[in-house]
């Protein structure tokens, strides 16, 4: 049986005052708040309504002022018997801010969990109210009190089997408010960028359901910044038919790494392929790399193909071209080994504070290395110069793409790096990026012969000055 619910509930601040432990036995706590929330006879659940996305990682400014997605027709199954959720819906991009930027493409929401996927993937289950009793239940909780913003609080902690890459304990910690619903869970995963990811979500407007209280609304935040909110309409308390509902498509297998391949340009500089395109730079003394690229794995690529083109010489700086998570995350390796980092001034703070957090969760290069980044931050423009040679570092004005975007000139060698001004797939059309990068081009009088891409076309062939120009004629 279903039931809907038609709700309207506002917004909660919330603050953290410390309190000391209590000796109450937490598994009274969650058994009455299992009673009270209806959730004694719980083991699946299926809620539709609406939900609204945050473009998280890519937005155009990279914290706060999210570009958002609209789902429709959203719906969410839980099994939490076996560990399986599955989400879909109809994205709709939402109208766009000049602060959002522009918005993300329409395209079907989709999200699958399944029992073995991991914990940074599949704590969306154990966050639910229900989840985290269930979780809390079964793992050996903990409780204590607090106060938040002077109302009473009972706070339950666990942590599910699962370890951290570094080994360590993740922690699951819900807030049960007097009427012991839980109001609100947090927790942490391990994150490339932010080391010890805060994933905190509050429920507000809880109702009946057949039987088992039920928030109309949840907010998610990641990093503090509201990144996923929902609002349900109706609620099916044990569908007979949840296996069918949490069955999501076959997935097929990851692809095999790309190999990490180099290019000579001219004397001194090289094109580093793989999935994404960096560049290594020679002057008379260091190394620059130009974008790290979207992961560890391939930040240390290209650290390791760059010291054996240049084994003799340090590399020096480590230019990014714009905060995005799948051009940022490449970092922290160069951070680890002490390399400065040089991005845009508009996303300066961004890149020392994120890659600043505590990281006991990860068990990367950076993590074990305890090294806080060192960041520079270009203003308009900034250019790198010995008695061989120069680079040019200019940042890119206007673009709805991000705020915070530098693209580089060799200007001896006629060489211009750019990042995520594609060439368009056959039948897409031409991004209005394109044509905001032709006119800072024209604005700052930059003369180039070849143009190098961090996202190559397909198939990946030579572009130049002139294949920009001719692909900007059709940019709207």
């Given at each position: 049986?279903?039931?809907?619910?038609?709700?309207?509930?506002?917004?909660?601040?919330?603050?953290?005052?410390?309190?000391?432990?209590?000796?109450?036995?937490?598994?009274?706590?969650?058994?009455?708040?299992?009673?009270?929330?209806?959730?004694?006879?719980?083991?699946?659940?299926?809620?539709?309504?609406?939900?609204?996305?945050?473009?998280?990682?890519?937005?155009?400014?990279?914290?706060?002022?999210?570009?958002?997605?609209?789902?429709?027709?959203?719906?969410?199954?839980?099994?939490?018997?076996?560990?399986?959720?599955?989400?879909?819906?109809?994205?709709?991009?939402?109208?766009?801010?000049?602060?959002?930027?522009?918005?993300?493409?329409?395209?079907?929401?989709?999200?699958?969990?399944?029992?073995?996927?991991?914990?940074?993937?599949?704590?969306?289950?154990?966050?639910?109210?229900?989840?985290?009793?269930?979780?809390?239940?079964?793992?050996?909780?903990?409780?204590?009190?607090?106060?938040?913003?002077?109302?009473?609080?009972?706070?339950?902690?666990?942590?599910?089997?699962?370890?951290?890459?570094?080994?360590?304990?993740?922690?699951?910690?819900?807030?049960?408010?007097?009427?012991?619903?839980?109001?609100?869970?947090?927790?942490?995963?391990?994150?490339?960028?932010?080391?010890?990811?805060?994933?905190?979500?509050?429920?507000?407007?809880?109702?009946?359901?057949?039987?088992?209280?039920?928030?109309?609304?949840?907010?998610?935040?990641?990093?503090?910044?509201?990144?996923?909110?929902?609002?349900?309409?109706?609620?099916?308390?044990?569908?007979?038919?949840?296996?069918?509902?949490?069955?999501?498509?076959?997935?097929?297998?990851?692809?095999?790494?790309?190999?990490?391949?180099?290019?000579?340009?001219?004397?001194?500089?090289?094109?580093?392929?793989?999935?994404?395109?960096?560049?290594?730079?020679?002057?008379?003394?260091?190394?620059?790399?130009?974008?790290?690229?979207?992961?560890?794995?391939?930040?240390?690529?290209?650290?390791?193909?760059?010291?054996?083109?240049?084994?003799?010489?340090?590399?020096?700086?480590?230019?990014?071209?714009?905060?995005?998570?799948?051009?940022?995350?490449?970092?922290?390796?160069?951070?680890?080994?002490?390399?400065?980092?040089?991005?845009?001034?508009?996303?300066?703070?961004?890149?020392?504070?994120?890659?600043?957090?505590?990281?006991?969760?990860?068990?990367?290069?950076?993590?074990?290395?305890?090294?806080?980044?060192?960041?520079?931050?270009?203003?308009?423009?900034?250019?790198?110069?010995?008695?061989?040679?120069?680079?040019?570092?200019?940042?890119?004005?206007?673009?709805?793409?991000?705020?915070?975007?530098?693209?580089a000139l060799l200007p001896k060698e006629r060489i211009l790096f750019t990042a995520d001004f594609n060439v368009p797939r056959p039948g897409q059309p031409v991004s209005p990026s394109i044509a905001t990068l032709v006119a800072n081009l024209d604005r700052l009088k930059l003369d180039f012969d070849r143009h190098v891409m961090v996202h190559p076309p397909n198939p990946d062939r030579p572009m130049t000055r002139a294949d920009l120009y001719e692909l900007a004629k059709g940019a709207r």
């Amino acid at each position: 049986m279903s039931t809907r619910l038609a709700l309207t509930v506002g917004l909660i601040v919330w603050a953290l005052p410390a309190a000391p432990a209590l000796s109450q036995d937490a598994r009274i706590v969650v058994a009455d708040a299992t009673k009270a929330m209806g959730a004694g006879n719980l083991t699946s659940i299926l809620l539709t309504g609406a939900a609204l996305q945050g473009n998280f990682g890519q937005s155009r400014t990279i914290t706060f002022g999210l570009a958002t997605t609209a789902i429709k027709n959203y719906q969410v199954a839980i099994d939490f018997a076996t560990t399986a959720l599955r989400a879909t819906g109809d994205g709709e991009p939402s109208a766009p801010g000049r602060r959002g930027g522009a918005a993300p493409p329409a395209a079907p929401y989709e999200q699958t969990i399944i029992a073995s996927s991991p914990w940074r993937e599949q704590f969306p289950i154990w966050v639910t109210p229900w989840g985290f009793l269930r979780g809390a239940a079964a793992n050996m909780a903990t409780v204590r009190k607090t106060k938040v913003d002077g109302i009473p609080y009972t706070v339950v902690t666990w942590s599910p089997p699962h370890k951290a890459p570094s080994g360590k304990s993740y922690r699951v910690v819900g807030y049960i408010n007097s009427e012991q619903m839980v109001d609100r869970v947090e927790t942490w995963v391990d994150h490339p960028i932010f080391g010890d990811l805060h994933v905190d979500t509050i429920y507000t407007g809880f109702q009946e359901a057949n039987g088992l209280k039920v928030p109309a609304r949840s907010s998610q935040k990641l990093a503090g910044m509201e990144t996923f909110v929902t609002s349900i309409r109706q609620v099916s308390v044990n569908p007979p038919d949840i296996t069918a509902l949490v069955a999501g498509p076959a997935l097929p297998p990851a692809p095999p790494a790309p190999s990490t391949v180099s290019e000579k340009l001219a004397d001194g500089i090289y094109r580093i392929t793989a999935d994404y395109v960096s560049m290594a730079v020679e002057f008379r003394d260091h190394v620059v790399v130009l974008e790290a690229g979207p992961s560890e794995a391939r930040g240390l690529a290209v650290i390791g193909e760059t010291r054996r083109l240049f084994p003799t010489k340090p590399i020096k700086y480590v230019v990014s071209t714009h905060p995005h998570f799948d051009h940022s995350a490449g970092l922290a390796p160069f951070i680890a080994q002490g390399i400065t980092v040089i991005t845009d001034d508009n996303c300066k703070f961004f890149v020392e504070a994120a890659f600043s957090e505590p990281r006991t969760l990860a068990s990367d290069l950076l993590s074990k290395s305890g090294k806080k980044p060192k960041v520079e931050g270009v203003i308009d423009t900034l250019v790198l110069k010995d008695e061989t040679r120069a680079l040019e570092l200019y940042h890119v004005d206007g673009l709805d793409h991000t705020d915070a975007m530098l693209m580089a000139l060799l200007p001896k060698e006629r060489i211009l790096f750019t990042a995520d001004f594609n060439v368009p797939r056959p039948g897409q059309p031409v991004s209005p990026s394109i044509a905001t990068l032709v006119a800072n081009l024209d604005r700052l009088k930059l003369d180039f012969d070849r143009h190098v891409m961090v996202h190559p076309p397909n198939p990946d062939r030579p572009m130049t000055r002139a294949d920009l120009y001719e692909l900007a004629k059709g940019a709207r």
